[in-house]
């Protein structure tokens, strides 16, 4: 049987100013990039849709082998103690959710992968907190964020010390893609930084002291004819296969 991965969805509200379809209903939806992802990665992808129903949450992730908890909008900054200066988008319900997702895959001790909102969830769910907006925050950061309709944004990061990627890049250095204007700042309980862009922005986090607690600030899912990317992919579904690894 192949390991079945959660997939978070992300939640166009009823009046989303964005579609011109399907007016007054919430959309639950994902890029089918995820789903590709996890299908060449050896898993069976489940979407998740967001409830507000910790027991139903709870009850969702019994029935997993690994969770994805992805990309989208900003966080609510009253989640990390802020008021909202830069951040564009929130949905508290879609914060809500993901953020008990997080617990309760903790709590289980199951495989977990943030991507890029996904990794800030992650850190704000452990206590950490961001960036609001990597620009102003940061004195000559480098271009992170990209239109729907550009071409990749892609730049360097480094590792900072023995993780999660070391087998799997196979080198200290290596590009990436990146579409966000946030990252993390202060991480959260238990969060080790493993991998920075050359303008410090972190790039990758790992929680050493469970089974397998990892988030990258990129997008492996849309570098699918990268291999070490995919081989990503590969390494998480063996994890929520039962598979041993770094």
């Given amino acids: ?25 919430a959309l639950h939806h994902i890029q089918g990039s995820y789903i590709r992802f996890v299908v060449s990665s050896g898993g069976t992808p489940i979407l998740l849709p967001v409830i507000g129903d910790p027991n139903g949450i709870r009850s969702v992730i019994d029935r997993l082998d690994g969770l994805i908890v992805t990309g989208g909008v900003d966080l609510d900054p009253r989640l990390y103690g802020e008021e909202n200066t830069h951040s564009l988008g929130v949905n508290r319900e879609r914060d809500d959710f993901e953020i008990e997702l997080i617990n309760a895959a903790r709590s289980r001790q199951l495989p977990l992968l943030c991507i ?11 206590g950490g907190t961001l960036y609001q907006d990597i620009p102003t925050a940061i004195k000559g950061a480098l271009k992170h964020t990209r239109k729907p309709e550009d071409p990749e944004t892609m730049h360097m990061t480094r590792l900072t010390g023995r993780s999660f990627l070391n087998d799997i890049f196979d080198r200290e250095e290596f590009e ?71």
Avoid: Y
């Fill in 116 to 126: 890029c909102r996904g990794i800030q969830v992650l850190n704000v769910a452990l």
């Fill in 1 to 25: 049987m192949k390991p079945i991965i959660g997939i978070s969805a992300n939640i166009s509200p009823p009046d989303d100013p964005k579609r011109s379809f399907s007016k007054g209903v």
């Fill in 176 to 246: 990436v893609n990146s579409s966000h204007h946030q990252s993390v700042r202060v991480p959260g309980r238990g969060l080790e930084v493993v991998s920075r862009a050359p303008d410090g922005v972190v790039e990758a986090v790992q929680c050493r002291d469970d089974r397998c607690t990892v988030g990258v600030q990129w997008h492996p899912e849309r570098l699918h004819d990268d291999r070490k990317q995919v081989g990503l992919g590969k390494w998480f579904v063996k994890r929520a296969a039962g598979g041993d690894s770094d």
